[in-house]
């Protein structure tokens, strides 16, 4: 799917144009963010839509992570209400989303809360893992992790926390080697970069 071509609806889009101050405190956002997942989560469950929820929910994040577009019409103040409405109502459907995510979004849109949207989500996806009995873990690497190393990095986690872990690995060449490891509000840096910056410190001190 290119959601480039879906987000030029029509010429008049990016014309609809109506500078409006989107910003909000970090709490805030992710307040509102909270309370959109909390009820999208709900009606997926009334409907029993809870697997399509999660298979949504994937494919919306992969969307916001690779669309410069998305990313563009969801926090630029240059778009307006109707246009980001319009935009998301046709990505939603190109998607085949829920029904309840064009309802939802759409609202978001009217409101200028769309840009909560990455918030949103996250907030879906820990909401899914606490009803499947699991906990997120994420990994930041040097390299890419193998498919083993991601297997055998999730049992090791799991044997310490006792919930079945999902790893959501990103690669960050700055840390050189090692891991750094976030699960719920614990984090573990195993990183070269973080032991050289701990070296200097200690260096400093005795200089």
């Not at 839509?49 to 992969?62: M, P, R, W």
């Not at 209400?81 to 009217?110: C, H, P």
């Amino acid at each position: 799917m290119q959601l480039a071509k879906i987000l030029v609806i029509s010429p008049s889009l990016r014309n609809k144009i109506g500078r409006v101050d989107v910003s909000e405190p970090a709490s805030i956002s992710s307040g509102i963010a909270a309370r959109y997942a909390q009820a999208v989560f709900e009606l997926a469950k009334e409907q029993k839509s809870i697997d399509k929820l999660e298979t949504d929910v994937a494919e919306l994040s992969d969307a916001v992570d690779i669309s410069k577009d998305l990313v563009s019409l969801i926090t630029s103040p240059i778009y307006n209400r109707n246009a980001q409405a319009k935009a998301i109502t046709a990505i939603v459907d190109k998607m085949g989303l829920l029904a309840i995510f064009e309802r939802t979004l759409s609202l978001m849109a009217a409101k200028r809360r769309l840009f909560v949207l990455p918030a949103f989500l996250d907030c879906l996806e820990g909401l899914l893992a606490d009803h499947k009995g699991e906990v997120s873990a994420e990994v930041i690497s040097a390299k890419a992790l193998t498919k083993t190393q991601s297997d055998n990095l999730s049992k090791a986690i799991s044997a310490r926390v006792g919930k079945i872990v999902k790893i959501k690995a990103t690669v960050n060449e700055d840390i050189i080697g090692g891991l750094v490891v976030k699960v719920e509000s614990k984090m573990i840096d195993t990183s070269i970069r973080s032991k050289l910056v701990s070296l200097q410190n200690v260096m400093k001190e005795v200089g």
